[in-house]
């Protein structure tokens, strides 16, 4: 379970995609990532646009930015900033590549070493647990949503309610008035 939960926190959204990054799938691997990009290149026929992607410089500094943001607060992802920030590859000449899920599950076919596919299989469940969260999330969107539509339709009840009561309370107070007025004529 905890490996699951590495793998997690190694998960990014990037172009509205879930993605992990060459350099985290090489460690994971405990292979290089020169190597990693190696297999995958001799087999980029198995890696189409929407299975792999090279991060631009914008998309780079961006992720950068918020693993340092996550590091500041003390958050589990900040280890992932060790792969971006120390040693070799610190400054990197070339821009990370990013796997769908789908590229992931390509890349045990490029890597048949064992560890590579115990790791897979432990990666497809970790995505298949992110997916899990995130339809619950969604759940609890729809609930929250649903709530604040009923709020809404009882805020209105509530607002006849008072409007009426406001408008008996000033029926009385106008009635009062009339049976107190001075009287003209015959007094009795």
């Known amino acids: 379970m905890q490996i699951i939960k590495n793998i997690q926190n190694r998960i990014y959204e990037i172009r509205g995609e879930r993605v992990m990054l060459d350099r985290d799938l090489a460690a994971l691997y405990e292979t290089e990532t020169k190597a990693l990009n190696l297999a ?75 560890k590579a596919i115990n790791m897979n299989i432990a990666i497809m469940r970790a995505f298949v647990e992110v997916r899990k969260v995130l339809l619950r999330q969604n759940d609890l969107k729809e609930q929250l949503q649903q709530i604040k539509e009923r709020l809404g339709e009882h805020d209105v009840q509530l607002n006849q309610i008072y409007d009426a009561m406001e408008n008996l309370l000033d029926e009385k107070a106008a009635g009062r008035k009339w049976e107190e007025r001075e009287r003209i004529g015959f007094k009795k």
């Open 40 to 114: 995958v290149k001799r087999n980029i026929k198995r890696f189409p646009e929407d299975f792999m992607f090279q991060l631009n410089k914008d998309e780079f500094e961006e992720l950068r930015f918020q693993i340092e943001t996550l590091e500041k607060n003390d958050h589990p992802l900040r280890l992932q900033n060790e792969t971006l920030k120390t040693g070799r590859g610190q400054h990197s000449k070339y821009l990370p590549y990013a796997f769908t899920e789908q590229g992931v599950a390509m890349l045990s076919g490029v890597l048949n070493s064992d």
